[in-house]
């Protein structure tokens, strides 16, 4: 695939993903799981499109595992993070769910991806 096919490539994709998932959130109700079809998953979705397209099945699927590890990790950390902004408050609290996803994604690093 050529640069500009590819550059096509990824603003296509890039624009019709993030426009199809501003469409889902508005519809949502209520407006807290908007966050949900937020950017991120339009653009790990595009980007998958054009890594296939222009790399082939096998590095998309490295890259799947790695998105998976990422999910994980911001989980763990969000259920943390609930506790510990309760407890600590803010600031401390947010450095917690920090370090809690610091050591969760190295873990699933070092364990599924690499």
Known sequence: MSDTA?????AL????????FAV???LLVPKRFAGLFSASPAVALGNLLV???SKG???AALDVEGMIAGAV????AASAGFA???RFRAIRGTLVVWCVW??????AYFTVVR
């Open 84 to 86: 510990a902004v309760r």
């Open 13 to 20: 994709t890039g624009g019709l993903f993030v426009a199809g």
């Open 73 to 76: 990790a911001m989980t763990v």
């Open 102 to 107: 610091g050591v969760v994604a190295e873990a």
């Open 6 to 10: 590819l550059l096509a490539f990824k």
């Open 24 to 26: 889902v959130a508005e």
């Open 51 to 53: 890594i296939t397209a």
């Open 57 to 59: 099945r096998h590095e």
